[in-house]
Protein backbone atom coordinates (compact mmCIF):
# COMPACT_ATOMS: atom_id res chain seq x y z
CA UNK A 1 0.00 0.00 0.00
CA UNK A 2 3.02 2.07 -0.52
CA UNK A 3 2.73 3.25 3.37
CA UNK A 4 0.43 6.20 2.84
CA UNK A 5 -2.06 7.48 5.25
CA UNK A 6 -4.42 10.54 5.69
CA UNK A 7 -6.01 12.48 8.35
CA UNK A 8 -9.10 12.82 9.12
CA UNK A 9 -10.93 10.20 7.37
CA UNK A 10 -14.07 12.05 7.53
CA UNK A 11 -14.80 15.56 8.73
CA UNK A 12 -17.74 17.91 9.03
CA UNK A 13 -17.25 21.34 8.75
CA UNK A 14 -19.02 24.74 8.64
CA UNK A 15 -18.89 27.27 5.52
CA UNK A 16 -15.95 29.57 6.40
CA UNK A 17 -14.02 27.90 8.67
CA UNK A 18 -10.56 26.68 7.75
CA UNK A 19 -9.90 22.92 7.07
CA UNK A 20 -6.48 21.15 6.62
CA UNK A 21 -6.03 17.58 5.38
CA UNK A 22 -2.98 15.36 6.38
CA UNK A 23 -1.34 12.87 3.90
CA UNK A 24 1.33 10.95 5.36
CA UNK A 25 3.83 8.49 3.95
CA UNK A 26 6.57 6.55 5.33
CA UNK A 27 9.46 5.41 2.42
CA UNK A 28 10.84 8.94 1.43
CA UNK A 29 8.64 9.37 -1.70
CA UNK A 30 9.69 12.61 -3.54
CA UNK A 31 6.27 12.91 -5.34
CA UNK A 32 3.01 13.67 -3.43
CA UNK A 33 -0.25 14.34 -5.25
CA UNK A 34 -3.82 15.98 -3.88
CA UNK A 35 -7.07 15.12 -5.87
CA UNK A 36 -10.80 15.46 -5.25
CA UNK A 37 -12.96 13.24 -6.56
CA UNK A 38 -16.80 14.31 -7.60
CA UNK A 39 -19.18 12.29 -9.30
CA UNK A 40 -18.94 12.52 -13.14
CA UNK A 41 -15.45 14.38 -12.81
CA UNK A 42 -13.13 11.35 -11.98
CA UNK A 43 -10.08 12.79 -9.87
CA UNK A 44 -8.81 16.29 -10.27
CA UNK A 45 -5.03 17.24 -9.39
CA UNK A 46 -5.21 19.86 -6.74
CA UNK A 47 -1.82 20.61 -6.16
CA UNK A 48 1.56 18.20 -6.29
CA UNK A 49 4.93 18.48 -4.96
CA UNK A 50 8.15 17.43 -6.24
CA UNK A 51 10.29 18.08 -2.70
CA UNK A 52 10.40 19.85 0.16
CA UNK A 53 9.18 22.66 -0.02
CA UNK A 54 8.56 22.49 -4.08
CA UNK A 55 4.69 22.56 -4.81
CA UNK A 56 2.80 23.11 -7.73
CA UNK A 57 -0.59 24.00 -8.75
CA UNK A 58 -2.82 21.55 -10.43
CA UNK A 59 -6.06 21.86 -12.83
CA UNK A 60 -8.34 23.00 -9.95
CA UNK A 61 -5.70 24.96 -7.22
CA UNK A 62 -8.60 27.98 -6.60
CA UNK A 63 -9.09 27.96 -3.19
CA UNK A 64 -6.51 25.56 -2.16
CA UNK A 65 -3.20 25.80 -0.60
CA UNK A 66 -0.48 23.08 0.31
CA UNK A 67 2.42 22.74 2.49
CA UNK A 68 5.52 19.84 2.43
CA UNK A 69 7.87 21.00 5.15
CA UNK A 70 9.50 17.62 5.18
CA UNK A 71 9.39 14.90 3.10
CA UNK A 72 7.11 12.53 4.79
CA UNK A 73 3.94 15.20 5.20
CA UNK A 74 1.72 17.00 2.53
CA UNK A 75 -0.44 18.66 3.82
CA UNK A 76 -4.07 20.24 1.96
CA UNK A 77 -5.40 23.52 3.58
CA UNK A 78 -8.92 24.63 2.80
CA UNK A 79 -8.78 28.56 4.07
CA UNK A 80 -12.54 29.06 4.22
CA UNK A 81 -14.54 26.20 3.24
CA UNK A 82 -17.25 26.83 0.57
CA UNK A 83 -20.01 24.05 -0.13
CA UNK A 84 -18.12 23.61 -3.24
CA UNK A 85 -15.50 21.68 -1.86
CA UNK A 86 -17.16 18.97 -0.58
CA UNK A 87 -15.80 16.01 -1.95
CA UNK A 88 -13.57 12.62 -1.33
CA UNK A 89 -9.74 13.68 -1.38
CA UNK A 90 -7.05 11.76 -1.96
CA UNK A 91 -3.60 12.04 -1.47
CA UNK A 92 -1.07 10.07 -3.67
CA UNK A 93 2.20 9.22 -4.14
CA UNK A 94 4.33 8.57 -7.77
CA UNK A 95 6.78 5.70 -8.06
CA UNK A 96 8.92 4.76 -11.11
CA UNK A 97 9.52 1.69 -12.95
CA UNK A 98 10.77 -0.07 -16.08
CA UNK A 99 10.58 0.91 -19.24
CA UNK A 100 9.59 5.07 -18.06
CA UNK A 101 6.49 3.43 -15.98
CA UNK A 102 5.16 5.86 -13.46
CA UNK A 103 2.76 4.29 -10.95
CA UNK A 104 0.48 6.44 -8.60
CA UNK A 105 -0.35 4.94 -5.10
CA UNK A 106 -3.49 6.51 -3.19
CA UNK A 107 -4.51 6.79 0.48
CA UNK A 108 -7.59 5.77 1.68
CA UNK A 109 -9.26 8.78 0.50
CA UNK A 110 -10.58 11.98 2.89
CA UNK A 111 -14.30 12.41 3.03
CA UNK A 112 -15.23 15.86 3.50
CA UNK A 113 -18.45 17.48 4.01
CA UNK A 114 -18.89 21.41 4.10
CA UNK A 115 -22.40 22.55 5.40
CA UNK B 1 -5.22 21.84 -21.34
CA UNK B 2 -6.37 18.33 -20.85
CA UNK B 3 -8.92 16.61 -21.68
CA UNK B 4 -9.69 12.63 -21.77
CA UNK B 5 -12.90 10.95 -22.80
CA UNK B 6 -14.16 7.65 -22.28
CA UNK B 7 -17.79 6.08 -21.82
CA UNK B 8 -19.39 6.42 -19.10
CA UNK B 9 -20.94 2.89 -18.19
CA UNK B 10 -20.35 -0.34 -19.95
CA UNK B 11 -22.47 -3.79 -19.55
CA UNK B 12 -20.91 -6.92 -20.05
CA UNK B 13 -21.84 -10.87 -18.69
CA UNK B 14 -19.32 -13.32 -16.79
CA UNK B 15 -16.93 -14.71 -19.07
CA UNK B 16 -16.91 -12.07 -21.91
CA UNK B 17 -14.24 -9.59 -22.91
CA UNK B 18 -14.77 -5.38 -22.63
CA UNK B 19 -12.77 -2.76 -24.12
CA UNK B 20 -12.75 0.60 -22.80
CA UNK B 21 -11.32 2.93 -24.80
CA UNK B 22 -9.95 6.55 -23.76
CA UNK B 23 -9.02 9.22 -26.18
CA UNK B 24 -6.95 12.57 -25.09
CA UNK B 25 -5.95 15.76 -25.75
CA UNK B 26 -2.52 16.98 -24.16
CA UNK B 27 0.85 18.71 -24.00
CA UNK B 28 3.64 17.14 -22.75
CA UNK B 29 2.97 13.33 -23.21
CA UNK B 30 4.86 10.61 -21.21
CA UNK B 31 2.12 7.58 -21.23
CA UNK B 32 -1.17 6.76 -20.35
CA UNK B 33 -2.27 4.83 -17.40
CA UNK B 34 -5.52 2.79 -15.92
CA UNK B 35 -6.90 2.29 -12.51
CA UNK B 36 -9.60 0.58 -11.36
CA UNK B 37 -11.17 1.77 -8.18
CA UNK B 38 -14.37 -0.06 -6.47
CA UNK B 39 -17.14 1.94 -4.76
CA UNK B 40 -15.81 3.36 -1.51
CA UNK B 41 -12.23 2.09 -2.70
CA UNK B 42 -9.48 4.41 -3.62
CA UNK B 43 -8.23 3.71 -7.21
CA UNK B 44 -5.64 0.64 -7.41
CA UNK B 45 -2.96 0.49 -10.77
CA UNK B 46 -3.29 -1.45 -13.47
CA UNK B 47 -1.10 -0.71 -15.93
CA UNK B 48 0.76 1.58 -17.74
CA UNK B 49 1.95 2.42 -21.25
CA UNK B 50 4.77 5.01 -22.53
CA UNK B 51 5.07 3.06 -25.94
CA UNK B 52 2.53 2.47 -28.80
CA UNK B 53 1.28 -1.03 -28.44
CA UNK B 54 0.35 -3.48 -26.16
CA UNK B 55 0.70 -4.09 -22.13
CA UNK B 56 -0.35 -7.42 -21.07
CA UNK B 57 -0.95 -8.12 -17.06
CA UNK B 58 -2.64 -11.67 -16.64
CA UNK B 59 -6.47 -10.57 -17.56
CA UNK B 60 -5.87 -7.11 -18.79
CA UNK B 61 -4.37 -5.65 -21.49
CA UNK B 62 -3.54 -2.18 -22.68
CA UNK B 63 -3.15 -0.56 -25.54
CA UNK B 64 -1.62 2.88 -26.80
CA UNK B 65 -1.55 4.67 -30.31
CA UNK B 66 0.34 7.96 -29.60
CA UNK B 67 -0.04 9.29 -32.95
CA UNK B 68 -3.76 8.25 -32.25
CA UNK B 69 -3.90 10.08 -28.57
CA UNK B 70 -5.69 7.22 -28.31
CA UNK B 71 -5.65 3.99 -25.45
CA UNK B 72 -8.04 0.94 -24.42
CA UNK B 73 -8.17 -1.44 -21.86
CA UNK B 74 -8.89 -4.57 -22.57
CA UNK B 75 -9.84 -7.21 -19.56
CA UNK B 76 -10.81 -10.60 -20.94
CA UNK B 77 -12.35 -13.40 -18.85
CA UNK B 78 -14.38 -10.87 -16.96
CA UNK B 79 -15.22 -12.31 -13.45
CA UNK B 80 -18.00 -10.61 -10.71
CA UNK B 81 -15.19 -8.52 -9.25
CA UNK B 82 -14.29 -6.60 -12.21
CA UNK B 83 -17.30 -4.66 -11.85
CA UNK B 84 -16.04 -1.59 -10.55
CA UNK B 85 -15.27 2.08 -12.25
CA UNK B 86 -11.93 2.23 -14.64
CA UNK B 87 -9.81 5.17 -14.95
CA UNK B 88 -7.81 6.46 -17.77
CA UNK B 89 -4.84 9.07 -16.65
CA UNK B 90 -2.60 11.11 -18.50
CA UNK B 91 1.03 11.55 -17.27
CA UNK B 92 1.95 14.93 -19.20
CA UNK B 93 4.53 17.97 -18.35
CA UNK B 94 7.23 15.00 -16.61
CA UNK B 95 4.96 13.66 -13.11
CA UNK B 96 1.48 15.41 -13.76
CA UNK B 97 -1.45 13.22 -13.94
CA UNK B 98 -4.55 13.69 -15.20
CA UNK B 99 -7.98 11.49 -15.22
CA UNK B 100 -10.78 10.98 -17.46
CA UNK B 101 -14.21 11.19 -15.72
CA UNK B 102 -13.95 6.96 -15.57
CA UNK B 103 -16.23 4.38 -16.95
CA UNK B 104 -18.41 2.23 -14.73
CA UNK B 105 -18.00 -1.69 -15.77
CA UNK B 106 -21.14 -3.71 -14.56
CA UNK B 107 -20.36 -7.48 -15.14
CA UNK B 108 -23.61 -9.42 -15.25
CA UNK B 109 -24.01 -13.09 -14.28
Known amino acids: DAGITQSPRHKVTETGTPVTLRCHQTENHRYMYWYRQDPGHGLRLIHY???????DKGEVSDGYSVSRSKTEDFLLTLESATSSQTSVYFCAISLPGTRGQETQYFGPGTRLLVL | GQSLEQPSEVTAVEGAIVQINCTYQTSGFYGLSWYQQHDGGAPTFLSYNALDGLEETGRFSSFLSRSDSYGYLLLQELQMKDSASYFC??????????FGSGTKLNVKP
Open chain 2, 89 to 98: AVRANFNKFY
Open chain 1, 49 to 55: SYGVKDT
